[in-house]
């Protein structure tokens, strides 16, 4: 599986951005699937996952209220929407792929995936 994310960019706090997954070479449909950051000098952190048909969610509890995570299976790719973004929401931000079981997710430890796209910058002003 290859996993290409996009839609990063400069945005002033308080803005908006949706982030995209777009997944080739394996269909996605039955696999949990989950956004990690990681900021300079930090450790990748969990930011929200969702189950392999999208019924259930999970945020950390910092992004709970102003981002939301989802996925359309038919085009094999995974969202992001974020809102309100401050600027300690700043940093590189992961999608990521559990393909080891079927009909999974969501999971919020980075060690519960197998398959990690390139990441795309996401820097907040203030």
């Known amino acids: 599986v290859q996993l290409q994310a996009s839609g990063g960019g400069l945005v002033q706090a308080g803005g908006s951005l949706r982030l995209s997954c777009a997944a080739s070479?394996?269909?996605?449909?039955?696999?949990?699937m989950g956004w990690f950051r990681q900021a300079p000098g930090k450790e990748r952190e969990f930011v929200a996952a969702?189950?392999?048909?999208?019924?259930?969610?999970y945020y950390a509890d910092s992004m709970k209220g102003r981002f939301t995570i989802s996925r359309d299976n038919a085009k094999s790719t995974l969202y992001l929407q974020m809102n309100s973004l401050k600027p300690e929401d700043t940093a590189v931000y992961y999608c990521?792929?559990?393909?080891?079981?079927?009909?999974?997710?969501?999971?919020?430890?980075?060690?519960?995936?197998?398959?990690w796209g390139q990441g795309t910058q996401v820097t907040v002003s203030s």
């Open positions: 070479g394996r269909t996605i449909s039955y696999y949990g």
């Open positions: 990521a792929l559990d393909s080891s079981r079927y009909g999974g997710g969501p999971y919020d430890s980075k060690g519960e995936y197998n398959y």
């Open positions: 969702i189950s392999w048909n999208g019924g259930t969610a």
